[in-house]
C-alpha cells in the first residue's frame, strides 16, 4: 500500500484580494469550520432550513454505520427548490438557462419558462404511465431539453440515470439492464466538430435485449415531425401535446433516491451510485452558495456535461437551486477553433467559470493568444475539477484567464461525494498543487493504512472520516461494494486517492492510490512525476505508468506529448529526465520517455494510464468502453 512517503512540498501561495471574503456567503474559513465542528448536527440543520421542505425531519441525521440516513422523515421535491421557489420569489422572468449550439444557435429559458417546460413533460412522462421509482435512462445532447427532462424525473419521483452520449452501445446496453430502465430518453442526433453523431440508432442496438425498456422518448432535432420506427418509439414534443403546465411535486422521502449515475471502478463493471434526495440537495445547495459563493447577478458556467456527476450537482440541481444563471453548450473548446469557450465568457458576461485540468492544459498548449481576443473581464471565480490541477496550469489559468485577479477553486470531490469536499475557500491564500482544505461540514484527512493521521509532508491515503448529507447511499444492485468504501481504513469513507498535507492542513491530491508506483521500495504518485514534466517548457501533458524492473521493482516510464514547436529528440529526453531529477529526486527519473501526438483519455477526460500500462506489457487492457474516441 502507499503511504508515508515524503513529498517536496513548494510554499508560493496567492492571496486574493479582500472584498472576496468581506463578499463571501461562508465568511471566515476557520470560524466556519469550527461551527461546524462543535455541532455538526446544528450545522446542517441550519443549512437545510435554507431550503423548502413538505415536512420537517425528526433528526439531522441517523449513522449506523456504513448507512446514513438525513433528514429522517422529512418530505420534499428538489424541483420545488430548483423552480417553485424561484417563480414565486421575484426570479419569475430571471433567466434560468443559456444554451449555445455547435452551429452558434443561442436559446434561453427565463424560470418561468423552465418551470412551464418541465411540467409539461413530467405531465407527459405520467401519461406514459412513469411512476415514483421508476428508472428512465438518458442517452441526450446537451441541449436544453436536456435538463427539462431531468427535472421532470425529478418532480414525479422518477429516477434518473443519465449516460454520457459518447458511450458506445455496449455501455449503454449495461447501465440500461442493470438499472432495468422503463424509459429511455434520447435525441435522433448529437453535434460535435462539425459532425452528426446518430444517438437514435445507438440507442436502438442498446435497447435490443432490454425487455425492462417500454417507451423510446425520442428528440427530434433534424427532420420533424420525427418517423417512428418501432412501437417503442414516441416523439419529445408529440407526448406533450395538449399536457397541463401545471404538475403537482411528487412528495418524497428524504432517503428516497433521486438518481442513479454509473461511474467506471478502475477495475470491474460501472458501479451506479445512487443519491437520495434530501441530502443531496442540501449539499449541492450549500456548496453553491457557500462554497462557489453564486450571488443573485452572477452567470454561472460549468463547461461539463449532464452525463457526469460534475453536471448533475453543479450545472442542474446546484445552481438552479439557488437561482442562478447557468450557461450551458454542446461546443467543444477547439471547435470551430480555440475561442469558441472564450467567446461564450465574453458574450454572455460569465462571472463564474468552472472547467477541468485537461482542458487547461489544453489551452496552454495552443496558445494565450486565443484568450486573449476575449474580453474576460466578467469572470470573478474560476474553478477547477477533475484531476490534480498541476501548478503549471493553476499558474496559467490564474494569469491568462483570471488575469491575476480571480480566485481559484480547485474543488475535490467525486461522483461518490455527491458534492465538494475539499477546496480552497474565498479568502483563504491559494498554494499552487494543492486542492486546499476540508469544507466546514466535511471531516478529512491523510492517514496510513491502519488508519493513523500521517505527518505533514507524508504522503498517505485520504479519508473521509463519518458521513455528510450528500454521500452516495448505496451501490445499486450492489450492496457489498458499498460497504466496501466505508470498511477498508477503519470505520472511514476510502477515497482511493493519495495526499500529503503541508503544515498548515493543506491538502494535495497526488492521484489515484492504485496509480501509486514503488520504485526501489520508495511511492511515488503519478501524478507528482507528471506534474514535475508538465513544468518543462515543452511539455504539453504527461502520463506516467509503472514497469517491471529486476532491480528496482519498478521503474518509471512516461509518455508526454509537446507544446506546438517542439519535436522529440533524443536532446529533449535526456533534458526532461534531468528535469524530474532536479525536481523530485533521481528515484523518480524515467527510465523512458515516449513522446505521443494524443494521450489516451476518458471521456470524461482522465487519462487512461491502465491503457498505455496494457500496452506497453502487452496484455489485455481490459474494459475500454470509456475511452474518448
Ligand atoms: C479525481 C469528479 C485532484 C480524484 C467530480 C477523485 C481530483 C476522482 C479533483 C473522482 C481535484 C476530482 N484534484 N483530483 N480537484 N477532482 N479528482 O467521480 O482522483 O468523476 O477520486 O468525480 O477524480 O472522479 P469523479
Known amino acids: 500500500m502507499a503511504e508515508d512517503f515524503e513529498v517536496k512540498l513548494e510554499k508560493k501561495a496567492y492571496i486574493p484580494a479582500p472584498h472576496y471574503l468581506a463578499n463571501s456567503a461562508l465568511g471566515n474559513y476557520k470560524e466556519a469550520y469550527n461551527k461546524f465542528t462543535s455541532d455538526p448536527d446544528?450545522?446542517?440543520?441550519?443549512?437545510?432550513?435554507?431550503?423548502?421542505?413538505?415536512?420537517?425531519?425528526?433528526?439531522?441525521?441517523?449513522?449506523?454505520?456504513?448507512?446514513a440516513r438525513w433528514f429522517t422523515s422529512a418530505k420534499l421535491n428538489i424541483t420545488e427548490n430548483c423552480l417553485d421557489r424561484h417563480v414565486n420569489n421575484g426570479r419569475r422572468n430571471k433567466l434560468a438557462i443559456i444554451w449555445r449550439g455547435e452551429d452558434g444557435r443561442?436559446?434561453?429559458?427565463?424560470?418561468?419558462?423552465?418551470?412551464?417546460?418541465?411540467?409539461?413533460?413530467?405531465?407527459?412522462?405520467?401519461?406514459?404511465?412513469?411512476?415514483?421509482?421508476?428508472?428512465?435512462?438518458?442517452?441526450?445532447?446537451?441541449?436544453?431539453?436536456?435538463?427539462?427532462?431531468?427535472?421532470?424525473?425529478?418532480?414525479?419521483?422518477?429516477?434518473?440515470?443519465?449516460?454520457?452520449?459518447?458511450?458506445?452501445?455496449?455501455?449503454?446496453?449495461?447501465?440500461?439492464?442493470d438499472a432495468n430502465a422503463k424509459i429511455v430518453i434520447t435525441a435522433d442526433v448529437g453535434k460535435r466538430r462539425g459532425k452528426t453523431i446518430p444517438l437514435k440508432s445507438i440507442v436502438d442496438d442498446a435497447v435490443r435485449n432490454a425487455p425492462s425498456v417500454e417507451k423510446v422518448i425520442v428528440l427530434c432535432r433534424e427532420k420533424c415531425p420525427l418517423e417512428l420506427y418501432s412501437e417503442l418509439e414516441v416523439d419529445f414534443y408529440g407526448i406533450q401535446e395538449g399536457m397541463s403546465d401545471e404538475c403537482p411535486a411528487e412528495e418524497m422521502d428524504a432517503e428516497d433516491p433521486l438518481f442513479i449515475l454509473y461511474t467506471s471502478g478502475t477495475t470491474g463493471s460501472a458501479?451506479?451510485?445512487?443519491?437520495?434526495?434530501?441530502?443531496?440537495?442540501?449539499?449541492?445547495?450549500?456548496?453553491?452558495?457557500?462554497?462557489?459563493?453564486?450571488?443573485?447577478?452572477?452567470?454561472?458556467?460549468?463547461?461539463?456535461?449532464?452525463?457526469?456527476?460534475?453536471?448533475?450537482?453543479?450545472?442542474?440541481?446546484?445552481?438552479?437551486?439557488?437561482g442562478a444563471t447557468v450557461v450551458i453548450t454542446e461546443t467543444t473548446p477547439d471547435y470551430p477553433d480555440y475561442g469558441v469557450w472564450w467567446s461564450i465568457i465574453e458574450e454572455f458576461g460569465v462571472s463564474i467559470f468552472y472547467t477541468a485540468p485537461t482542458a487547461i492544459r489544453m489551452f496552454m498548449r495552443v496558445g494565450e493568444e486565443w484568450p486573449n481576443k476575449y474580453d474576460l473581464s466578467s469572470l470573478r471565480i474560476i474553478g477547477s475539477v477533475g484531476e490534480p490541477l498541476n501548478p503549471e496550469a493553476f499558474e496559467w489559468y490564474y494569469r491568462v484567464i483570471g488575469k491575476n485577479r480571480c480566485p481559484i477553486l480547485d474543488t475535490w470531490w467525486q461522483t461518490e461525494t455527491g458534492m465538494h469536499m475539499i477546496t480552497t475557500p474565498l479568502g483563504m491564500p491559494m498554494k499552487p498543487g494543492f486542492a486546499g482544505v476540508p469544507i466546514p461540514g466535511v471531516f478529512a484527512d491523510v492517514v496510513d493504512k491502519d488508519g493513523n493521521p500521517v505527518p505533514a509532508g507524508q504522503g498517505g491515503l485520504l479519508v473521509i472520516k463519518?458521513?455528510?448529507?450528500?454521500m452516495m447511499r448505496t451501490v445499486y444492485n450492489n450492496d457489498e461494494r458499498y460497504r466496501k468504501y466505508w470498511t477498508q481504513i477503519k470505520d472511514y469513507y476510502t477515497v482511493g486517492d493519495l495526499a500529503v498535507k503541508d503544515d498548515d492542513g493543506y491538502i494535495m491530491i497526488l492521484g489515484r492510490s492504485d496509480d501509486i508506483i514503488i520504485v526501489a521500495g520508495h511511492n511515488l504518485g503519478t501524478a507528482e512525476v507528471e506534474s514535475a514534466l508538465v513544468e518543462h517548457e515543452a511539455v504539453a501533458e504527461a502520463a506516467v505508468i509503472g514497469v517491471p524492473d529486476d532491480i528496482k521493482g519498478q521503474a518509471v516510464k512516461a509518455f508526454v506529448t509537446l507544446?506546438?514547436?517542439?519535436?522529440?529528440?533524443?536532446?529533449?529526453?535526456?533534458?526532461?529526465?534531468?528535469?524530474?531529477?532536479?525536481?523530485?529526486?533521481?528515484?523518480?527519473?524515467?527510465?523512458?520517455?515516449?513522446?505521443?501526438?494524443?494521450?489516451?483519455?476518458?471521456?470524461?477526460?482522465?487519462?487512461?494510464?491502465?491503457?498505455?500500462?496494457?500496452?506497453?506489457?502487452?496484455?489485455?487492457?481490459?474494459?475500454?468502453?470509456?475511452?474518448?474516441?
Not at 458501479?271 to 452558495?289: D, S
Request: aromatic share 12%; charged share 25%.
Open 106 to 177: 443561442e436559446e434561453v429559458l427565463t424560470y418561468r419558462q423552465l418551470y412551464r417546460s418541465v411540467m409539461r413533460f413530467a405531465n407527459a412522462l405520467k401519461s406514459l404511465g412513469v411512476q415514483k421509482g421508476d428508472r428512465i435512462c438518458f442517452y441526450m445532447p446537451f441541449v436544453p431539453e436536456h435538463v427539462v427532462a431531468i427535472l421532470a424525473c425529478a418532480r414525479i419521483g422518477a429516477i434518473h440515470s443519465i449516460v454520457y452520449a459518447g458511450f458506445g452501445a455496449e455501455a449503454l446496453h449495461s447501465r440500461i439492464r
Open 466 to 470: 463519518g458521513p455528510w448529507p450528500s
Open 271 to 322: 458501479k451506479g451510485i445512487v443519491h437520495a434526495c434530501g441530502g443531496y440537495m442540501v449539499g449541492t445547495h450549500y456548496t453553491c452558495k457557500y462554497i462557489f459563493d453564486i450571488k443573485e447577478n452572477d452567470v454561472y458556467w460549468c463547461s461539463a456535461d449532464p452525463g457526469w456527476i460534475t453536471g448533475h450537482s453543479y450545472i442542474v440541481y446546484g445552481p438552479l437551486s439557488v
Open 563 to 629: 507544446v506546438q514547436g517542439y519535436e522529440p529528440s533524443q536532446k529533449l529526453v535526456s533534458e526532461l529526465t534531468y528535469h524530474v531529477r532536479m525536481s523530485i529526486g533521481p528515484i523518480a527519473m524515467p527510465n523512458a520517455i515516449e513522446f505521443m501526438d494524443k494521450l489516451p483519455k476518458t471521456r470524461s477526460g482522465k487519462i487512461m494510464r491502465r491503457l498505455l500500462k496494457a500496452k506497453e506489457m502487452g496484455i489485455d487492457p481490459g474494459d475500454i468502453s470509456t475511452l474518448e474516441e
Open 42 to 67: 446544528g450545522f446542517w440543520d441550519e443549512k437545510a432550513r435554507e431550503l423548502k421542505w413538505m415536512r420537517p425531519w425528526e433528526k439531522v441525521r441517523e449513522w449506523n454505520h456504513p448507512y
